[in-house]
T-cell receptor, first 113, second 114 residues
């Protein structure tokens, strides 16, 4: 099966700085890579995703890059704000039967005002 | 908006009890999932279902079973609750295979087994 590893497990940055979270996956058949943000006490919600036919995707202050050859993908948050503080999960999916998602172990991001 | 609703936010049960966690989605999604969330371990898949009456084991199915009698409802059953099943349980749903799109999560049920 798929194995998704995520680093770092915790990350603290000063407000206004950038934050980068990295994930690797093992199954070359995975072709969909979403990122979820989970604020304290709330449900995970999708913030950005990327498909394997694209190398980079950007949405305002967040961007995701994908390197299929190396089997890794990263989340980049620029100009961080206190409201970016949350746990972030990466995931990989093959889109086959059940469209099963394999999640990383999460990164707890703290943005220090 | 997709709504995935879990029947309880908090539950306290005794060791040995049979526990039912209910999840309902309103977007006619084929796929439904049950995850367990523990600190440092991320989201681990317990069971998933890609159709009514269909179920597949995830990574940690031991001690759990599921039921999907209707498309909109997916139930997680703890046959005999144990203290190591104290955790946050998250239900999710997603559209059919091949569409490769996001999973929508419920608000979670924090289960404590005493």
């Amino acid at each position: 099966g798929e194995n998704v590893e995520q680093h770092p497990s915790t990350l603290s940055v000063q407000e206004g700085d950038s934050a980068v979270i990295k994930c690797t996956y093992s199954d070359s058949a995975s072709n969909y890579f979403p990122w979820y943000k989970q604020e304290l006490g709330k449900r995970p919600q999708l913030i950005i995703d990327i498909r394997s036919n694209v190398g980079e995707k950007k949405d305002q202050r967040i961007a995701v890059t994908l390197n299929k050859t190396a089997k890794h993908f990263s989340l980049h948050i620029t100009e961080t704000q206190p409201e970016d503080s949350a746990v972030y999960f990466c995931a990989a999916s093959k889109g086959d039967t059940g469209n099963q998602f394999y999640f990383g172990t999460g990164t707890s991001l703290t943005v220090i005002p | 908006d997709v709504k995935v609703t879990q029947s309880s936010r908090y539950l306290v049960k005794r060791t040995g009890e049979k526990v039912f966690l209910e999840c309902v989605q309103d977007m006619d999604h084929e796929n439904m999932f049950w995850y367990r969330q523990d600190p440092g371990l991320g989201l681990r898949l317990i069971y998933f279902s890609y159709d009514v009456k269909m179920k597949e084991k995830g990574d940690i199915p031991e001690g759990y079973s599921v039921s999907r009698e209707k498309k909109e409802r997916f139930s997680l059953i703890l046959e005999s609750a144990s203290t190591n099943q104290t955790s946050m349980y998250l239900c999710a749903s997603s559209p059919p295979q091949g569409l490769n799109t996001e999973a929508f999560f419920g608000q979670g049920t924090r289960l404590t087994v005493v």
